[in-house]
């Protein structure tokens, strides 16, 4: 990194378009898109009940009752949302705004790692670009924290090479206190990344250990200690907050359902790369036929980065550059995507299609698979490791270190070398998505939000009241309440997400743990029973769906929201997930029976029923 003049026009003009378009790409633009709903509404939930609370307030205490709710991941992202919800932003927009932050400082981050590696300035902005337009991040959108984790693997790895090679130029102190930082912000925003921050700045360290015999002693004596104490004083500090150190491991067919299949890294899944549609070389692809989820094939397409950054490690691997360990990073990255079992282009037999439909067999069996790679023992024995159940969310770790191999190339070439840059732009122009549609999403995204907080919000406001103790039945995973109960007032037993429930039901009264599943006339005297008990002060039973109307409101045939035709497929796959007025029509029974009831009251919506106790009851029970 040589260049020490001012930055120029040009270069500067550069530098503020790859902000807007990577903002407006991802959709973090405040007023106008929302990268994604569901996830938004859940964290969402957390912001806004931050903001409730005092300005340290971390813990959520409007659902999840009778205690305080921990995030389970995503306080990076939750907490500073909230201070966005106390400057008076609407959630929606605070959500954008809370993304956009972050995407910036993954730019900058992958901006300054480049010129680290040493890439021009130009060039360096162009490789940020590159970075930030990869499936892996923008694809795991609905996965909120876990793409906002990827995008800032450039800045965690920039802090590591800052540690472990560059000690005299950034200063000893700052740089282990970057990294303390970095460790800490890791955590605290998604526990995937932080597991591959913490393995591949490991691989990284012993690279540099075995080939810098110049730094081995300071390496030895201050990187590796520092390494150590800061990724477990941000465990533990993790495992303080959350009440806990482990949660409940997966089988070994989860990993090797969501494990990475090679036809998905070679050949795009159809609807998600404009280009490679265009050509006709994309395939669709469902959970009907394949193991996983949408999200196993739809992030992973990474054919274009690894051929590059396998040719350029060629080029420069005479030069003792980090492109080597890098290259390690990737074998590793790749090697733990894969899962327990090889797969290539691997389907549900005929007859588990029909008897399991979809999510039923997302978990795969071993012999529908090529044979072991041997990462089975890894996978359920060693900690952190076990806990990457979605084993192909490895495949971002490969994928920036291939990257950061062209990025190291690109900084060896000779000044106006064109090929470098002539595949960093070609990388970037097949990442593309169908643009239009990706913004006609985006704007959904916003417009739906709005749309709760309307035809919703609004409603809930006039039939609870603030502070009052509220049970929706059923319960399941309710991503919906997170964001209901702190906007209205209310306290509610329901939470969403599979480790907050979790933590959540060990506290509840026995009578709304029982109100799981299908609600029948045989779970009626639940429902009076919290009432009496006083453990709530009213039941709430929703037609719309707690989980599935938080990512698509209120339903497939009655969002404004424009579908494609392969999002509306999906979304029509959804078991249970029907529209307000079908669901009305199916509780109908239920609700006829609980207003034969003398003691209870009944108010029956077009979203929702509530039951009370009538006031003259409720009054003698207080």
């Known amino acids: 990194m040589s260049e020490v003049d001012n930055w120029t026009t040009r270069q500067k003009a550069f530098a503020i378009l790859a902000v807007g378009l990577t903002l407006f790409f991802h959709g973090a633009v405040p007023f106008l898109m929302t990268p994604t709903l569901g996830q938004a509404v859940w964290t969402t939930g957390f912001a806004k009940s ?8 971390i813990y959520a205490h409007d659902f999840g009752f009778p205690k305080p709710a921990a995030i389970a991941f995503g306080l990076a992202g939750a907490l500073p949302e909230s201070w966005l919800i106390r400057l008076g932003l609407r959630p929606s927009d605070a959500y954008a705004g809370m993304v956009a932050l972050w ?3 993954a730019l900058c981050s992958a901006y300054l790692i480049s010129r680290t590696l040493g890439a021009s300035r130009s060039v360096s902005i162009l490789s940020a670009m590159t970075w930030m337009s990869m ?10 924290m876990l793409s906002l984790g990827i995008a800032l693997l450039p800045f965690y790895f920039l802090v590591a090479l800052n540690l472990f090679q560059h000690p005299l130029v950034s200063g000893t102190k700052s740089a282990i206190f970057l990294h303390f930082v970095a460790a800490f912000f ?8 932080f597991i591959m921050f913490a393995i591949g700045s490991s691989i990284l360290y012993f690279y540099f250990l075995l080939t810098d015999i110049s730094k081995r002693r300071y390496l030895i004596t201050i990187a590796l200690p520092v390494q150590i104490t800061n990724f477990y004083l941000a465990y533990l500090a993790y495992m303080l907050y959350v009440g806990k150190g482990q949660f409940e491991t997966s089988p070994i067919d989860f990993f090797r359902g969501w494990g990475l299949d090679l036809s998905f890294v070679a050949v795009p899944t159809k609807g998600f790369h404009w280009f490679l549609d265009l050509l006709g070389v994309s395939v669709p692809r469902t959970d009907a036929v394949y193991f996983g989820d949408a999200s196993v094939w739809r992030t992973t397409f990474s054919l274009p980065v690894i051929l590059a950054g396998l040719f350029a490690w060629w080029q ?8 080597t360990g890098f290259l390690a990073l990737a074998i590793v990255g790749f090697f733990m995507a894969l899962g327990p079992t090889l797969k290539i282009n691997a389907t549900k037999p005929e007859h588990v299609q029909i008897t399991q439909p979809r999510q039923q067999s997302a978990m795969m ?3 529908y698979g090529l044979g072991p790679t041997g990462s089975t023992w890894i996978s359920e024995t060693l900690p952190g490791f076990k806990s990457m159940r979605a084993s192909y969310r490895w495949s971002a770790l490969g994928i920036l270190a291939l990257w950061a191999c062209v990025i190291v190339w690109a900084g060896s070439s000779r000044t106006g070398s064109v090929a470098p840059v002539a595949i960093l732009m070609l990388i970037t122009f097949l990442n ?10 985006l704007t959904d995204n916003r417009a739906q939000f709005l749309q709760v907080d309307e035809d919703l919000i609004e409603k809930l406001r006039v039939s609870l009241k603030r502070n009052e103790v509220v049970a929706f039945a059923p319960w399941g995973n309710d991503f919906i309440a997170n964001y209901l109960a702190p906007a209205i007032g209310f306290r509610t037993f329901n939470i969403g997400g599979d480790k907050n429930l979790t933590s959540a039901q060990a506290n509840w009264p026995p009578a709304m743990s029982a109100l799981s599943g299908e609600l029948e006339t045989s779970k009626i005297s639940l429902i009076t029973k919290m009432l009496r008990d006083r453990n709530a002060d009213v039941v709430v039973i929703p037609y719309f769906h707690m989980l599935w109307s938080a990512h698509l409101w209120p339903c497939v045939d009655q969002t404004r929201a424009k579908l494609t035709e392969v999002s509306r ?3 029509n796959a959804i078991p249970g997930f029907y529209c307000p007025d079908q669901r009305k029509i199916m509780l109908r029974p239920v609700i006829q029976e609980i207003e034969q009831l003398p003691d209870v009251e009944v108010a029956d919506g077009d979203l929702f029923a509530t039951v009370r106790l009538r006031r003259q009851l409720a009054a003698g029970i207080d």
Do not use: C
């Open 50 to 57: 931050f903001a409730n609370g005092a300005l340290y307030s």
């Open 103 to 105: 995407l910036i400082l």
């Open 135 to 144: 499936p892996t991040i923008w694809a795991h959108a609905d996965y909120s």
């Open 186 to 193: 890791s955590v605290f925003m998604d526990g995937y990344t």
């Open 316 to 323: 420069v691997r005479r030069k003792r550059s980090v492109a």
């Open 365 to 367: 069996p071993a012999e």
């Open 432 to 441: 593309i998505p169908n643009l239009p549609q990706r913004y006609r999403s």
């Open 569 to 571: 497929e999906d979304w």
